[in-house]
């Protein structure tokens, strides 16, 4: 039986940083994962404000000081309807984008690990 060739861990580790570079490495996923963080909210934030202008309109329908007709009910319901679901895509969006984030996060973490194991490596005789 032949033995599997090691060219994919060659490339995986040749992507890593060098150790070197530690702390700056640290530094930039700290970035990283702050940036991403801020674009994670301003969806949560696009996805409330979207599903609060549904509701208002739904609210306008319901109980608007003024009796709408045909074609402005007709024009509520549909704005009513796209707005929420927007709000889903953004919901939808947000909750993929979490998971992708927490993903980034642990291979990073474990990026983290495999570089300070070989800096320690490298300082023992």
């Known amino acids: 039986m032949a033995q599997p060739s090691n ?62 007709g045909t074609v402005a009910l007709h024009g509520l319901q549909v704005g009513m309807a796209v707005l929420f679901f927007m709000a889903m895509i953004y919901m939808l969006r947000g909750e993929i984008y979490t998971v992708q984030i927490g993903t980034l996060r642990e291979i990073k973490q474990v990026q983290l690990q495999i570089l300070e194991l070989q800096a320690s490596l490298r300082k023992e005789p």
């Open 7 to 68: 060219d994919v861990r060659e490339r995986l580790l040749a992507a890593l940083p060098q150790p070197e570079n530690l702390a700056a490495y640290r530094e930039q996923t700290a970035a990283l994962l702050a940036k991403h963080a801020r674009a994670l909210r301003a969806d949560r934030f696009t996805a409330g404000f979207f599903a609060f202008l549904a509701l208002a309109l739904s609210f306008l329908w319901n109980h608007g000081p003024w009796q709408p």
